[in-house]
């Protein structure tokens, strides 16, 4: 941890441009410049103190001292999380949803999805044996849509795949986006909602049936705290709070893709069928590469910490990205490598790819396991089940877009079944 004598502050009006340009670096760089855990800035007209590291970490999940509610931008809300949803929600009310999502990503949940997701990887290498070239990100995008509608009882048309992968995709995009993909990121959220929400209908009326058990059926019939059941729309939000961080999990296959190719002297480990190692590839992808770059909570009741005074209220971002890529959490924090997960001790607050804390009473994301189990059969389908060759291409992200991903989406070509 820094040592702070005085909190940093940002000597700007308004920092707003300046995250906008340096993306996943922005909060990382003034922590770098000013020796700090933490610093004082404007973004919109409004007091924020940003912080990194895993002590803050510890501070932000804090559920007496931080709270989620209003955290999250009204632009936010209506593209990636939903208005009023799981992830703006604090206390009893908030542990009573968050276990229906917990419910839902257990273990044998996790095992169903990763099965699905190599029974259509591997229905996808016939179609892909006759094409010039296929893009990755856009192929898993696709296929990470059917498997999740599959899997969660939503009924989803062969030839709709593509346009609901798109808007899924869509909202995620448009999380720190301006413009024409914000406009895309808002549509997409109007479209897919009015979508879940007349699905949501006919199980309720009995137009539709839902096996019990499934994503859909729980939030159709979930029941909160007053015993009510959610209004459609409602449960159609947290549905989507479902289905739309699986089939973003294409970012995370995207640059498993890349981290192979770039990474070539891995491959014979991940061949030997090792799931251990397995597991310490997918583990380092989320923490190599850039998903989350922050995340956002108000401050619920005053208090001092490391000479900051946090008044009820304030914004305070964690930096997520510059958190995996601390140099006093991590060795070589630039480096790719796997093997440093073999000694890692499952710290709640030091790897925070999607979020930190618990997940079960905390903000963390319920979704880790599902994630990880993903990565793993895809990787392995990618080095143990098909050869490719990557031809030429712009394989850069930019770390001022935020999300991102390689330009090109990972074009391969050739494919052809082991």
């Not at 479209?191 to 499934?214: M, V």
């Amino acid at each position: 941890m820094f040592s702070n004598k005085k909190v940093p502050h940002d000597q700007t009006i308004d920092n707003s441009l300046a995250l906008m340009r340096e993306g996943y670096l922005f909060i990382g760089n003034r922590i770098n410049r000013y020796k700090s855990d933490l610093f004082e800035t404007r973004l919109l007209g409004e007091k924020v103190i940003c912080m990194s590291g895993e002590e803050p970490t510890k501070i932000f999940y804090d559920s007496e001292r931080f709270q989620r509610k209003d955290a999250a931008p009204k632009r936010i809300q209506k593209t990636l999380f939903g208005e009023n949803a799981v992830q703006s929600m604090d206390g009893e009310a908030h542990i009573h949803r968050k276990l229906l999502f917990m419910s839902l990503m257990t273990p044998p949940h996790q095992k169903r999805l990763a099965e699905l997701m190599k029974k259509e990887w591997q229905k996808s290498v016939e179609k892909w044996e006759n094409l010039d070239k296929i893009v990755l990100f856009e192929e898993a995008k696709e296929t990470l849509c059917r498997i999740s509608c599959d899997w969660a009882g939503v009924p989803v048309k062969d030839s709709e795949v593509k346009d609901r992968a798109d808007d899924f995709s869509d909202m995620v995009d448009a999380f720190g986006a301006v413009g024409q993909r914000h406009r895309a990121g808002r549509k997409a959220r109007r479209r897919t909602e009015k979508w879940i929400q007349s699905i949501i209908e006919d199980i309720r009326n009995g137009k539709l049936e839902a096996e019990e058990g499934s994503a859909l059926y729980e939030m159709a019939f979930h029941r909160q705290l007053n015993g009510k059941k959610l209004d459609t729309e409602m449960a159609a939000i947290e549905l989507i709070n479902v289905l739309r961080p699986i089939v973003a999990i294409a970012t995370f296959i995207t640059f498993s893709a890349l981290a192979i190719h770039t990474h070539p002297k891995y491959k014979k480990k991940l061949r030997s069928g090792d799931e251990r190692f397995l597991e310490m590839f997918a583990q380092e992808v989320r923490r190599y590469y850039p998903f989350g770059p922050f995340v956002g909570a108000r401050v619920k009741k005053e208090f001092v910490w490391n000479d900051c005074e946090f008044k009820k209220g304030m914004l305070v971002l964690l930096d997520m990205y510059g958190t995996n890529h601390d140099p006093r959490i991590w060795e070589d924090p630039e480096e790719f490598r796997p093997e440093r997960f073999a000694d890692w001790d499952g710290n709640l607050f030091d790897f925070i790819p999607q979020g930190g804390g618990e997940a079960e009473r905390g903000h963390r994301c319920p979704g880790e396991g599902i994630t990880v189990e993903v990565m793993k059969a895809s990787i392995d389908f990618i080095v143990n089940k098909i050869e490719y060759e990557v031809p030429g291409q712009d394989l850069s992200y930019s770390l001022s877009k935020m999300p991102t991903l390689p330009k090109s989406g990972f074009a391969i070509t050739n494919v052809a079944r082991k």
